[in-house]
């Protein structure tokens, strides 16, 4: 599809440059008002087509396929800094905790057991 021609059916005019977000937002408005399941049975094949074209046009402007322009530029992050740190903090506080409160239940029936059975063995502690 001709970027010109898309670029009616989305609803601007035919030399407009829109942005990717106009583009966007022009797609979710068009497809809300010719989605097939919006229409009765009788006139669904042609809604359907319809929806087909502006799909196509979203397609076309959204991948930069305009004749004699340049694609859009995108941004594409490359190393930096990560908080891997935030990440990290609330892990170790649940497995520290875990580890915290799991050790601290083990020692208490741990003595619960051996009042409840004391050893006679001096070799047990």
Known sequence: ?????????????????????????????KVWESHPDRFPVHEKSHAECKFKLI?????????GAREGLAPTMQVVRTGGRRNHALIRFPFLL????????????????????????????????
């Open 55 to 63: 799909s196509e046009a979203y397609t076309c402007l959204q991948s």
């Open 1 to 29: 599809m001709r970027a010109d021609k898309a670029r009616i059916l989305l609803g601007f005019p035919p030399c407009f440059r829109p942005t990717p977000s106009q583009v966007k937002a022009a797609y979710k408005r």
């Open 94 to 125: 649940i497995i520290l905790g875990t580890v915290g409160l799991g050790g601290f239940n083990a020692t208490r029936a741990y003595k619960q057991q051996k009042q409840a059975y004391p050893s006679h063995n001096p070799f047990l502690p």
